[in-house]
């Protein structure tokens, strides 16, 4: 008995944390001024044309994968959020725009969005804040052309850190969602 118990709270519990699908914009803040830690964009989109290569994986008109290409915006991967914020910043705009047209153009393509937060606040709460980082992330992709088949988001909280210390440098780095590719 105990443990049919035990059973239904976690099954509650884990309802409670799952997340609803909702048709609102994902939240994008309008910063102009100052930059976030970590590499920003530059604003530059890509020149060539993308056309499917035998196993699957874009290349731009000069027969390069722009995913591995240092000097195309999709090298770029990672989004960088306030302390306690699941905000996308508009300096990141270009960015996500850029992986939403590649993913809009290769309907085969598949990303990951991984959420991670920095050590501070307990192991739920910056698995839930993780979560939110990833959602509104792959509603702003949605958004701008992705599809919802080509885009899975998992949160990692405090886990996968970037970079490891307990200074504001640090954590700063930690918070940040991550765009991985499948197969890479």
């Keep these: 008995m105990r443990k049919w118990i035990v059973a239904a709270f976690v099954i509650a519990a884990l309802a409670g944390c799952s997340t609803t699908p909702t048709q609102d914009a994902a939240p994008v803040e309008d910063r102009t001024a100052g930059a976030a830690a970590g590499t920003g964009t530059s604003g530059t989109t890509t020149t060539g044309t993308s056309t499917a290569g035998v196993s699957g994986t874009a290349t731009t008109a000069a027969g390069r994968n722009p995913l591995k290409d240092p000097a195309s915006p999709l090298s770029k991967r990672s989004v960088y959020f306030d302390y306690d914020q699941f ?98």
């Design 87 to 184: 905000v996308v910043k508009d300096e990141y705009r270009s960015l996500v725009e850029s992986h939403a047209k590649y993913l809009q153009a290769n309907r085969n393509a598949k990303v990951a969005v991984q959420g991670n937060t920095d050590e501070r606040g307990t192991r739920e709460y910056n698995i839930a804040l993780g979560q939110k980082r990833a959602d509104a992330l792959k509603k702003l992709m949605l958004l701008l052309g992705a599809t919802e088949a080509q885009i899975e988001t998992v949160s990692f909280g405090k886990e996968k850190p970037r970079r490891e210390g307990h200074d504001e440098t640090s954590w700063a780095e930690n918070r940040r969602d991550d765009i991985v590719y499948a197969g890479e």
